[in-house]
C-alpha cells in the first residue's frame, strides 16, 4: 500500500469505512482486481482502477507482468479524481 492509503487506513478513515476497505483489500481485491473496479481513463488517472466502498474509493494500479496490485489512495469520492 502507497504512503497516503496507508495513512487514510491507519486513522483519517470513519472506523466502519475503514473495516470495510482492509476487508476488501486483504480479499476481493487480492483474488481478482478486475472484478469490483472500473479502469479510469482520462488524464492524470489513466491505468488507475477505482473501486467503491460506501462514499469512498479506493484508487489502485496493477502491474499484470509481476502481478501486483498498488492501491495508491483512499478517498471520499468528492475528492478521489481530483488532480494529485
Request: aromatic share 8%; charged share 25%; net charge positive.
Amino acid at each position: 500500500m502507497a504512503g497516503p492509503a496507508a495513512r487514510a487506513l491507519a486513522g483519517r478513515l470513519p472506523e466502519k469505512v475503514a473495516a470495510a476497505v482492509y476487508e476488501f483489500i486483504t480479499t476481493t481485491l487480492l483474488e481478482n482486481p478486475h472484478r469490483l473496479g472500473k479502469r479510469l481513463l482520462l488524464p492524470p488517472f489513466e491505468g488507475t482502477w477505482s473501486a467503491r466502498r460506501g462514499g469512498y474509493r479506493v484508487l489502485y494500479e496493477i502491474d499484470e507482468e509481476h502481478r501486483v496490485v498498488l492501491v495508491t489512495a483512499i478517498e471520499h469520492r468528492s475528492d478521489a479524481y481530483r488532480s494529485r
